[in-house]
């Protein structure tokens, strides 16, 4: 017999696989994603839609501007997405997307070190929010005495990190 109330659990290998994202301007969210942040382009539909990979997957961002066409960011005060979260393999490619950043002239929002991860905040043209971050190998996180997770929210570094660029 199975308990009905039974709180249902994920598989461990469980991924969010991409985020498609409204955008008021196709070429300029491109010049971002692609340009900057370094994401290639996959496949384009015309000047309305566009996929951008890493390492060659069919696509991690999907743009699309079929409903969102010179449109303007929600305001402040309302739901919607807050963040997407780009994670990166190791600090050196956290550091050389930063260089990249920094030399756009994009402004972070903030930086913070999570003990679990170092993350940059930032926005992107249209004004959602975009997090870059790497993850700590698991034997790093932080604890507490009972071994729970204990993360917290310290500065980064930005120089040193800048430093370990590839």
């Known amino acids: 017999m199975t308990n009905a109330a039974a709180k249902p659990v994920l598989p461990a290998e469980t991924r969010i696989g991409h985020v498609h994202l409204k955008v008021s301007d196709l070429d300029r969210a491109i010049a971002f994603y692609s340009g900057v942040l370094g994401f290639e382009i996959t ?9 951008l990979s890493a390492g060659g997957y069919h696509h991690h961002i999907g743009l699309n501007t079929w409903e969102s066409k010179g449109g303007k960011p929600p305001a402040p005060g309302t739901t919607g997405l807050y963040h997407t979260a780009i994670l990166f393999p190791d600090r050196a490619s956290l550091g050389a997307v930063l260089k990249r950043v920094i030399e756009a ?3 972070l929002d903030g930086a913070a070190d999570h003990g679990v991860s170092e993350a940059l905040y930032l926005r992107d043209p249209d004004g959602n929010g975009v997090e870059l971050y790497r993850d700590r190998p698991e034997a790093e996180w932080p604890r507490d005495a009972q071994g729970n997770l ?3 929210n310290a500065p980064v570094d930005l120089h040193a990190l800048l430093a370990e660029a590839a």
Do not use: K, N, S
């Open 43 to 51: 496949q384009r539909y015309g000047p309305q839609a566009a996929f």
């Open 105 to 107: 002239g994009i402004p």
């Open 150 to 152: 204990a993360m917290v």
